[in-house]
């Protein structure tokens, strides 16, 4: 008598998918990489065509390719130096925003005190209000503090603004590391703030990586708050020197899509770098 292997049961609710339904799926999830990726393809080869090219077909493939477009925005001081500002801002905003955040979530995930959901309510509240809207008494407010035309103007709003969505997300990931490694680390002589260092840190790690990089995009991508803080143009971020070089070259097309590639290309490899631990953290906040 032959034995069948037994049919493995489905998970409960779940419908084993058509086939267009499966091509539907598919469909859309062409449809979201040519609207992402088919813009950045074009900023790229276009930054390899002459102008000529480019205002004979606008959307055809470089021939011959041009390479002097990008050799010479690399060989500018100009470039160099708004890359230079971009990313001492932006590492200063990230690393303001993790340390602070942590902080701030390990308080409101751990300890037990009156007003402690109010003020979580106060820092979800705060996802509510971009920073456009404080354009004006952030303005004032800097230039009060003197922090007009230096680094520090733009990176410690950045970073204020930046504390809500962090603790919204480290704050459950926090919350759903089970108390008895905390009651074992007191038995072993460990104080709050080592807890909080050595073993809270370290396993909340995918929930720090998935912050740093909202974080670091928020700031690298920033436009609004350094046209405001500065008038200087060698404090300049990479988007305020996109939109000087713009205004600058404005009929030099293939000069200004080299331009623009090589400005959102420190980000974009950031963010594929980071891409599975910001899913990761992002599945730990939902969970908690």
């Known amino acids: 008598m032959a034995l069948t292997a037994p049919r493995r049961a489905s998970a409960p609710g ?5 086939p ?7 469909l859309a999830a062409l449809a979201v990489v040519g609207v992402t990726a088919v813009p950045l393809l074009f900023v790229v080869l276009g930054g390899f065509r002459t102008n000529a090219q480019i205002n004979a077909h606008p959307t055809g493939w470089p021939h011959p390719w041009v390479f002097s477009n990008y050799t010479r925005i690399l060989g500018s001081s100009s470039f160099w130096r ?4 971009s990313t001492v ?3 200063t905003a990230t690393t303001l925003t993790v340390v602070l955040g942590a902080m701030a979530a390990y308080a409101l995930s751990r300890y037990a005190f009156r007003g402690r959901e109010g003020l979580y309510t106060l820092f979800a509240v705060g996802l509510l209000f971009p920073l456009g809207v404080a ?6 407010l800097l230039r009060q503090l003197h922090l007009l035309e230096t680094w520090y103007g733009v990176a410690l709003p950045q970073a204020a603004f930046g504390l809500p969505v962090t603790i919204v997300v480290l704050r459950p990931f926090m919350a759903a590391i089970p108390g008895e490694i905390e009651d074992a680390a007191a038995v072993d002589g460990c104080t709050r703030l080592g807890f909080f260092w050595r073993i809270l840190l370290p396993l909340a790690r995918p ?15 920033g436009y609004q708050l350094p046209l405001l803080v500065f008038n200087d143009q060698s404090h300049f971020t990479l988007p305020l020197g996109v939109a000087t070089f713009q205004s600058q070259y404005s009929q030099d097309t293939a000069s200004i899509l080299a331009f623009t590639a090589l400005s959102m290309l420190p980000a974009l490899a950031f963010f594929v770098f980071a891409e599975r631990r910001i899913v990761g953290g992002m599945t730990g906040a939902v969970k908690g």
Not at 20 to 26: E, G, I, M, P, Q
Not at 82 to 85: G, S, T
Request: hydrophobic share 60%; charged share 10%; no cysteine.
């Open 14 to 18: 779940r419908r084993p998918g058509t």
């Open 89 to 91: 801002i932006a590492v």
């Open 82 to 85: 708004f890359l230079f500002n």
């Open 20 to 26: 267009l339904s499966t091509a539907a799926r598919y």
């Open 207 to 221: 929930a720090l990586v998935t912050v740093a990089v909202l974080a670091f995009l928020g700031s690298w991508n």
């Open 135 to 140: 354009s004006l008494p952030v303005y004032l």
